[in-house]
């Protein structure tokens, strides 16, 4: 349809599009470089699970600070890829 690959941004608040899939940049991932893992692509709705694992749990701590009182809250978050054939990643190699 002599559309482009690659569309940036035209609107605030939307996402550059690949193939008119969004596009986020995250800077957990590694740079290119040989044999790196380093872009991403797929449906991540679909293969990765992110779950709470229990409800907040609060603890109040009278005896650290006084005569004020501290609380702490603590919270456990899991995550697991549940389906690998969703989400695909570009080795890169050296030429």
């Known amino acids: ?25 995250a800077e957990d991932m590694p740079d290119i470089a040989a044999d790196s893992l380093s872009i991403a692509f797929g449906n991540f709705r679909a293969g990765y699970l992110i779950a709470e694992r229990s409800a907040t749990s609060i603890l109040r ?13 603590t919270k456990r978050v899991g995550g697991q890829v549940m389906n690998a054939e969703a989400i695909k990643l570009m080795q890169f190699s050296a030429s």
């Open 1 to 25: 349809d002599g559309a482009f690959l690659w569309q940036p941004s035209l609107a605030n608040g939307q996402p550059a599009t690949l193939l008119g899939y969004p596009v986020v940049e």
């Open 61 to 73: 701590d009278p005896f650290t600070n006084k005569p004020f009182v501290h609380f702490y809250a």
